[in-house]
Every structure is written in structure tokens, then in C-alpha cells.
């Protein structure tokens, strides 16, 4: 079947100028073209959507999140305030409302299980398409490796394709992705530092993995065609991640501290995902070590993405949502425009140079012929305002592959 939405102004997620009065011609679940109205035909049965008014743009994407974390109780963390089946149920309310924001593909840095992704390719629930990181990969004591303040680990949620993702040595680690990679992992999720939110004694500047544990982790997961998202804020953590060659480098926070790190990922073309999102979530912590290390990392993790932005280091948005962001998840570009990046760097961030990270540029993040039918119709102009995207009654229609996955028009006022 042949759809056509007409009259809107297309942003097409290549950088190009917008264009006002404009078609996009879907055939099936691909783009067939999308451009000036005027310079596009279609068959006269196709079933034409008249938009004027609205504004096109590409499905978003977020390359990091974490869908089935829905807080930082030490409670949930742990799994112990809701049956398993109600926290799953919940994880599918905020897959079914992130799609309905009109985020089409979503990384997830660790937490879902390949059955949600099967349960969304099989019709049962809607939600995004899923990239999946399973665990993150650290060694003992990182963060993958989750124990309670008094020590205990007897509480993690029993789930045989979430396995264990604790790892030490070169073959340890290499056994480990070999595992993640079994249990259905696109992507190998990993952290080479502590975070705002780690246990004290292992915060942002504190190192896991030695660069021997790295290079084994990288190699592996490239032989086995995935790429690596690494968790790294700063200090010689960071550095292992850049030198054992990761594909993205996830928060960054301190990349400013050393500007070999930045002119590295710029020649190598390594991501840079700053998750700007969650650390505003961190500021208001409860936990005082956790506030203290996300307003001490505040402005360094600034400087860091003015200065990828001079060097052209790739950014990709990407909200460590879970517990905090969902379904509101372009809280993220608006955070990147209070960084400094312009409006459509922002919009391409959460399209196209995501789509790039992800390794999916050539199915998603951009609306030319082709690519696969995911975009999103918006009630406002997200170049004059990013803030139109945080609102649902704004994100009017909302197709992934071709087929309409959320629409609001009849609630919206015309
Ligand atoms: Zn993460």
C-alpha cells in the first residue's frame, strides 16, 4: 500500500535545509521519496494524509537507555518491591509510551531481555525497535557487578537471558561476550569507570578493566560483528576504553581533562554519547555522594561536548533513561542545545548521527528514499523550539516501518 503525507515541512535528518510543502511517499515499510511536494508523484489510489502545517521529521532514536529500569530505590534496583511479571508489565507501558513520543529505535545499555523484542517484531506489544546491550560487562566491583550496600547479592532478579556479566582476565571476559552474545545482544554494553550513581569508592574517576581486559573484550565482540558502548566518565578508565578501541564512548563526562582523548575519537570517528539527561536526574539526588559527584562533573562534561563539537567528534543523544526520562526521552536534545549544539545538530543527534552509531544509518535516522518508513509528525517546528517534542499532544502521528503506530489528531486541535 502506498501512503503519502503531504503539506508538511520535511526535516529530513541529513543536515538539508527544510523543506517547506512537502511529500513523503511510503511504500509499504520503506520511504519510497520524500522532497517538495511539487516535484513528486503517486498513484492516484494512495491513501494521502494531508498534514499542513505539521512538520516531518525522521523516528528518533535513543542510543542509550535502560527500558526495564524503572528506578533508583535500592528496592527496584534490586528487584525485591514487585513480582517479576509486574515489573515486566511496566517495562512494556514504558516501551508502549517512549514509541508514542516518537523514539522508533532505542539502544538499550542493559536490563531487557531479547523476549521484549520478540514480543514487539510479533505484534504483542507496541514499542521502538530495540538494539540490546543484555548486562553491562565489568569485573568485579564495577558497576555490572551489583551488590548491596551490606554486601549482599542475594536479590538480583532471576532471568536465564539476563546472565551473569561479571568478568576478570582476558578469557574471563572473552567467556562473557561470548555469553552476551548468546543471549541475544546486538551490542556489547561495558564500563571502564564508576558513575554518579555507583556505590562510594567507585565513582566516576575510579578505573575498572585493565587494558589487557579491554583489547580481549573489544576483539572478541568485533569477531563477533558487535560494536562496543563503553561507560567511561573520565580518569585512566577512560583512557583503557579509547586505547583499546570501543566504538562509543557513553557519558564522557571528563573528556575535557585530556585533549588527546577527543582528538582520538575525532580521527577514529568514536562515538560520543554525553547522556546529558540523567545527571540533571543525579543533581537532586537523595544520595549525597551521588549529588556531589554530578555537580562536580557538570561543567567539565560541558566543556567536553563544546569541545567535540570544534573537533567534529561524532555525538549521538542518548538519555540513560530508567527510573528518570521515560516516556520524555527528548529531554535529552534539549539538554544538548543548553550545550551548545544548534537545534538541527541536536535533531540529528537523536536521528541520523544516532542511526550511525548504531550501525543502522542505512535503515533508520533519515527520511530518503529507501531507508525504512520510521517518522514522526509534529504539531510546531522543533528548530524554532526542541521543547515541542516533550509534549505527547504535539507528536500527532507517529509511524514505524510504514505502519501508524500512534495518532493523535483526532485529540489535536487543528
Ligand atoms: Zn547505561
Known amino acids: ?104 529505535t532505542v539502544r538499550d545499555g542493559g536490563g531487557l531481555d531479547t523476549g521484549f523484542k520478540a514480543a514487539i517484531e510479533q505484534g504483542l506489544i507496541p514499542g521502538p525497535r530495540l538494539v540490546l546491550g543484555i548486562q553491562i560487562v565489568s569485573p568485579t566491583g564495577g558497576i555490572g557487578d ?34 552476551m552474545v548468546r543471549a541475544g545482544a546486538d551490542v556489547i554494553k561495558t564500563a571502564t569507570t564508576g558513575g554518579a550513581s555507583s556505590r562510594p569508592g567507585h565513582g566516576p574517576l575510579d578505573p575498572a578493566f585493565s587494558l589487557e581486559e579491554m583489547r580481549a573484550l573489544v576483539t572478541e565482540s568485533h569477531a563477533l560483528g558487535r560494536r562496543v558502548m563503553c561507560h567511561a566518565l573520565g580518569g585512566p578508565g577512560l583512557d583503557v576504553a579509547l586505547v583499546a578501541g570501543v566504538d562509543s564512548i557513553e557519558h564522557g563526562c571528563y573528556l575535557d581533562e585530556n585533549p588527546e582523548h577527543l582528538r582520538r575519537m575525532a580521527g577514529e570517528g568514536i562515538f560520543f554519547v554525553p547522556t546529558l539527561l540523567v545527571y540533571v536526574y543525579h543533581r537532586e539526588s537523595a544520595s549525597p555522594h551521588v549529588r556531589a559527584r554530578a555537580h562536580d562533573l557538570q561543567k567539565h562534561h560541558v566543556a567536553s561536548i563544546q569541545r567535540a563539537l570544534e573537533l567534529g567528534v561524532p555525538i549521538a543523544a542518548g538519555t540513560d533513561a530508567g ?28 536521528t541520523q548521527w544516532a542511526a550511525r552509531c548504531l550501525a543502522l544509518e542505512r535503515e533508520v535516522g533519515t527520511l530518503e528514499k529507501g531507508r525504512l518508513a520510521d517518522l514522526v509528525v509534529v504539531h510546531g517546528n522543533p528548530l524554532d523550539d526542541i521543547e515541542v517534542l516533550l509534549d505527547p499532544a504535539r507528536i500527532e502521528l507517529v509511524l514505524k516501518g510504514g505502519a501508524v503506530a500512534v495518532d493523535r489528531r483526532a485529540q489535536a486541535a487543528r
Open 323 to 350: 527510573g528518570h526520562g521515560h516516556p520524555k526521552n527528548a529531554g535529552e536534545l534539549r539538554r544538548l542545545v543548553d550545550a551548545g549544539l544548534t537545534p538541527m545538530q541536536a535533531l540529528r543527534a537523536g
Open 1 to 104: 500500500m502506498i501512503r503519502v503525507l503531504t503539506g508538511a515541512t520535511l526535516i529530513d535528518g541529513t543536515g538539508a535545509v527544510p523543506v517547506p510543502d512537502a511529500a513523503v511517499v511510503v511504500d509499504g515499510d520503506r520511504v519510497a521519496a520524500a522532497g517538495a511536494r511539487g516535484a513528486l508523484s503517486w498513484p492516484d489510489d494512495a491513501e494521502v494524509i494531508d498534514v499542513r502545517g505539521r512538520t516531518i521529521i525522521p523516528g528518533l532514536i535513543d542510543a542509550h537507555d535502560h527500558m526495564a529500569a524503572h528506578g533508583y530505590g535500592l528496592a527496584t534496583r534490586l528487584g525485591l518491591d514487585e513480582p517479576a511479571s509486574t515489573a515486566h508489565l511496566r517495562t512494556a507501558r514504558v516501551l508502549a509510551d517512549t514509541l508514542a513520543m516518537g523514539y522508533t
Open 146 to 179: 551489583r551488590v548491596s550496600p551490606s554486601g549482599h547479592t542475594c536479590c538480583a532478579v532471576y532471568d536465564p537471558l539476563l546472565p551473569n556479566s561479571v568478568a576478570n582476565g582476558a578469557d574471563g571476559v572473552r567467556d562473557v561476550v561470548r555469553t
